[in-house]
T-cell receptor, first 112, second 112 residues
Framework: DTAVSQTPKYLVTQMGNDKSIKCEQN?????MYWYKQDSKKFLKIMFSYNNKELIINETVPNRFSPKSPDKAHLNLHINSLELGDSAVYFCASSQQGNYGYTFGSGTRLTVV | QQQVKQSPQSLIVQKGGISIINCAYENTAFDYFPWYQQFPGKGPALLIA?????SEKKEGRFTISFNKSAKQFSLHIMDSQPGDSATYFCAASMRGSYIPTFGRGTSLIVHP
């Protein structure tokens, strides 16, 4: 299936831990993104990345960092997790110059 | 700064009724207006989109109405079905950026 896939789907961890969420797309898109969806369903972009440029939403704490081993993968690393990081995180992809966006199914992160 | 305002926050409709969700934008540089549908446990998925050179676009039971002078657009769901129960997001994008600015979402419940 052509898709954007994320792992894990659920992640429960303690405050202060470091965790990663993986994202892979097989759509041949050249740009990938991370979004945070809070409890009120608001979608906030965190990062936009292609092989040329990383664009960071300035409101994102530097505890969050994207890592891209190749253009089909964009992983999200989070250091020193805090309670307020609890949310659903979505990976998405698109082709540069194209409006079409494809989202993954999300990773529900719960920090306890 | 919220550039796309969406209302209502929640909507309850009887089966067979019409669901209407409204959005207003501020930036006249926006030139692509998609609607996304999100089911519980899934990522948002593109439902229908419109460009500002037309006033209406219809796909099946879903219609976007667009008023460029008022900077408003709306989603109409005709003959609403329980399977339409989901969260709906309007969004707006512009050439050059292509990253959508999302509204805050509308939770739609269609009662059988």
């Amino acid at each position: 299936d052509t898709a954007v896939s994320q792992t894990p789907k659920y992640l429960v961890t303690q405050m202060g831990n470091d965790k990663s969420i993986k994202c892979e797309q097989n759509l041949g898109h050249d740009t990938m993104y991370w979004y945070k969806q809070d409890s009120k369903k608001f979608l906030k972009i965190m990062f936009s990345y292609n092989n040329k440029e990383l664009i960071i939403n300035e409101t994102v704490p530097n505890r969050f960092s994207p890592k891209s081993p190749d253009k089909a993968h964009l992983n999200l690393h989070i250091n020193s997790l805090e309670l307020g990081d609890s949310a659903v995180y979505f990976c998405a992809s698109s082709q540069q110059g194209n409006y079409g966006y494809t989202f993954g199914s999300g990773t529900r992160l719960t920090v306890v | 700064q919220q550039q796309v305002k969406q209302s209502p926050q929640s909507l309850i409709v009887q089966k067979g009724g019409i669901s209407i969700i409204n959005c207003a934008y501020e930036n006249t540089a926006f030139d692509y207006f998609p609607w996304y549908q999100q089911f519980p446990g899934k990522g948002p998925a593109l439902l229908i989109a419109i460009r500002p050179d037309v006033s209406e676009k219809k796909e099946g039971r879903f219609t976007i109405s667009f008023n460029k002078s008022a900077k408003q657009f709306s989603l109409h769901i005709m003959d609403s079905q329980p399977g339409d129960s989901a969260t709906y997001f309007c969004a707006a994008s512009m050439r050059g950026s292509y990253i959508p600015t999302f509204g805050r979402g509308t939770s739609l419940i269609v009662h059988p």
